[in-house]
């Protein structure tokens, strides 16, 4: 399918995006926009392409750190491409990218479909938790997706089968924005897929500081072990540098506990990734996109 131009109108200059972060840090995009429809969001990545400038894929912003110093690119942001009830064609349902993961979680619990209960607690957009194939020990949200529909550079609307996608933890190889997906789920007529929600959201807001401005998980789990576990006996928990802490709830997470610069968390960062390497020689991959790209 070829897409339209995008309306007049459709980009704004220097829009400030530390509110559209959990982490409540980052400073402005050059440019901006976040269209409501598939087509319109293809035709505005397409010239965005066009200008030259680097294009970032703006979710519910809730695996990020931006740079204090903002973005000079554009910046294409999905939360009006968002469905207000998903659609449901027997075992399978269909939702807009943008639309909040939470309320597709909990739509499917209600109507007695299960697969995505595992991910409650998650904040963010389904397309971003596509693109980040989230999930954790209840399962990835990669297992669900039946096929997406994504725009390519040219604008156009593409349809991709799951079996398209590079799945892995905590990531794919997906890199255009993705509009719209279908997931496969399993009816379980009762109350079981509920309970279990329930269940999973008690078990992370135990353990985890939920309610924090924070990007999640700082750290993907090394292979075989628990980045949280590393950094817990490497004694980092509480750790301060400005308003960037290391979660004494969960030692995995950093969290802004006031008005925390970018800098500052990527600073932080660093200590600990160096800490653990030199206790245990066990090097920290950031799960938590930095934009631009940094390495730690
Ligand atoms: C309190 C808390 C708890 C969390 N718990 C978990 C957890 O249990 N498991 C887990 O996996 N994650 C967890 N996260 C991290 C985060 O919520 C997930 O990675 C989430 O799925 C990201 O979605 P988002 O819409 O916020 O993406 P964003 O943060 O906006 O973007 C993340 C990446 O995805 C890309 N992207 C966003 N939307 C699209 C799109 N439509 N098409 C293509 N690319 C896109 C962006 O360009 C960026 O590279 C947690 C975060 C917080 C703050």
Same mark, same amino acid.
């Given at each position: 399918?070829?897409?339209?131009?995008? #309306?007049?109108?459709?980009?704004?200059?220097?829009?400030?995006?530390?509110?559209?972060?959990?982490?409540?840090?980052?400073?402005?995009?050059?440019?901006?926009?976040?269209?409501?429809?598939?087509?319109?969001?293809?035709?505005?990545?397409?010239?965005?392409?066009?200008?030259?400038?680097?294009?970032?894929?703006?979710?519910?912003?809730?695996?990020?750190?931006?740079?204090?110093?903002? @973005?000079?690119?554009?910046?294409?942001?999905?939360?009006?491409?968002?469905?207000?009830?998903?659609?449901?064609?027997?075992?399978?349902?269909?939702?807009?990218?943008?639309?909040?993961?939470?309320?597709?979680?909990?739509?499917? /619990?209600?109507?007695?479909?299960?697969?995505?209960?595992?991910?409650?607690?998650?904040?963010?957009?389904?397309?971003?938790?596509?693109?980040?194939?989230?999930?954790?020990?209840?399962?990835?949200?990669?297992?669900?997706?039946?096929?997406?529909?994504?725009?390519?550079?040219?604008?156009?609307?593409?349809?991709?089968?799951?079996?398209?996608?590079?799945?892995?933890?905590?990531?794919?190889?997906?890199?255009? #924005?993705?509009?719209?997906?279908?997931?496969?789920?399993?009816?379980?007529?009762?109350?079981?897929?509920?309970?279990?929600?329930?269940?999973?959201?008690? /078990?992370?807001?135990?353990?985890? #500081?939920?309610?924090?401005?924070?990007?999640?998980?700082?750290?993907?789990?090394?292979?075989?072990?628990?980045?949280?576990? @590393?950094?817990?006996? /490497?004694?980092?928990?509480?750790?301060?540098?400005?308003?960037?802490?290391?979660?004494?709830?969960?030692?995995?997470?950093?969290?802004?506990?006031?008005?925390?610069?970018?800098?500052?968390?990527?600073?932080? /960062?660093?200590?600990?990734?160096?800490?653990?390497?030199?206790?245990?020689?066990?090097?920290?991959?950031?799960?938590?996109?930095?934009?631009?790209?940094?390495?730690?």
């Amino acid at each position: 399918m070829t897409s339209c131009c995008a #309306p007049e109108g459709t980009f704004r200059r220097d829009e400030p995006l530390a509110m559209r972060t959990t982490f409540r840090i980052g400073g402005p995009a050059a440019l901006f926009a976040e269209p409501a429809e598939r087509d319109h969001f293809a035709a505005a990545y397409a010239e965005a392409v066009a200008t030259g400038r680097p294009v970032y894929i703006l979710g519910g912003g809730s695996n990020l750190l931006i740079s204090d110093e903002g @973005l000079d690119g554009v910046v294409l942001c999905t939360r009006n491409l968002a469905s207000r009830r998903p659609e449901r064609h027997g075992e399978r349902l269909f939702v807009l990218a943008g639309t909040p993961l939470a309320s597709v979680v909990n739509w499917s /619990a209600t109507h007695e479909l299960a697969g995505l209960e595992g991910l409650v607690g998650i904040p963010g957009t389904v397309g971003g938790a596509i693109r980040m194939n989230a999930g954790g020990r209840n399962g990835c949200i990669g297992e669900r997706v039946a096929r997406l529909w994504s725009a390519d550079r040219s604008g156009r609307i593409c349809e991709k089968a799951t079996s398209d996608v590079a799945w892995a933890y905590r990531s794919s190889d997906i890199s255009d #924005p993705v509009l719209a997906v279908e997931f496969q789920l399993r009816s379980e007529p009762g109350d079981a897929v509920s309970r279990r929600r329930r269940e999973y959201l008690q /078990a992370k807001s135990a353990a985890q #500081p939920i309610r924090s401005h924070s990007a999640g998980c700082f750290f993907k789990n090394p292979e075989g072990a628990s980045a949280g576990r @590393l950094i817990e006996m /490497a004694g980092l928990k509480g750790r301060r540098l400005g308003d960037a802490c290391v979660s004494a709830k969960h030692a995995n997470f950093i969290v802004n506990v006031g008005r925390a610069r970018a800098a500052d968390v990527l600073r932080l /960062a660093q200590t600990v990734r160096e800490r653990v390497r030199d206790l245990y020689g066990i090097g920290l991959e950031s799960e938590v996109h930095c934009w631009p790209q940094t390495s730690l």
